[in-house]
T-cell receptor, first 113, second 108 residues
């Protein structure tokens, strides 16, 4: 996935611990997104950003926070991880409000035990 | 947000056959986008059709859009085993919202 990387690729963490996932882009795109994907639910939007320090909630934002202090990085934090947050997390970027196709990262598989 | 709902949920065909998937959405859109997801990977943008277009081709892909019915279809011609994947649609906007996708299996 040229221009967008997610880290870590895999993580196992314990219930109640904080976890931060990172999305890094080299495309200088304005819009960045965090999705989660679970069996039976498809992809669901967690949070998105439309500029540095500008973020908004998606459909499943409870228990998650985000930060974007510079154009290239969008961080997703689980303040106190729960088993229900076990999922695959995808980051996506776009240059112009959906006028063009989105580019997705390869995903982070998070397991909360 | 511009939701996309894909139909059918699953589709199994033989190599060489055509595969047709459908998408419905609820509100007005500027464009409709289709994505493919191979198992364990991120989504890959396939094709975008604008609201003033009715049909668009890209290689073996053909997309149609009917704004009066708020629906779109994706046709993959002469399918290959490598086309096995899940396919998602969404109305292009500031926030992409997806359905559960169509899982396509192409049997050799």
């Amino acid at each position: 996935d040229a221009g967008i990387t997610q880290s870590p690729r895999h993580k196992v963490t314990e219930t109640g611990t904080p976890v931060t996932l990172r999305c890094h882009q080299t495309e200088n795109h304005r819009y960045m997104y965090w999705y989660r994907q679970d069996p039976g639910h498809g992809l669901r939007l967690i949070h998105y950003s439309y500029g540095v320090k500008d973020t908004d909630k998606g459909e499943v934002s409870d228990g998650y926070s985000v930060s974007r202090s510079k154009t290239e990085d969008f961080l997703l934090t689980l303040e106190s991880a729960t088993s229900s947050q076990t999922s695959v997390y995808f980051c996506a970027i776009n240059s112009d409000r959906g006028t063009y196709g989105y580019t997705f990262g390869s995903g982070t598989r998070l397991t909360v035990v | 947000s511009q939701q996309g709902e894909e139909d059918p949920q699953a589709l199994s065909i033989q190599e060489g056959e055509n595969a047709t998937m459908n998408c419905s959405y609820k509100t007005s859109i500027n464009n409709l986008q289709w994505y493919r997801q191979n198992s364990g990977r991120g989504l890959v943008h396939l094709i975008l059709i604008r609201s003033n277009e009715r049909e668009k081709h890209s290689g073996r892909l053909r997309v149609t859009l009917d704004t009066s019915k708020k629906s779109s279809s994706l046709l993959i011609t002469a399918s290959r085993a490598a086309d096995t994947a899940s396919y998602f649609c969404s109305g292009g906007s500031e926030k992409l919202v997806f359905g559960k996708g169509t899982k396509l299996t192409v049997n050799p």
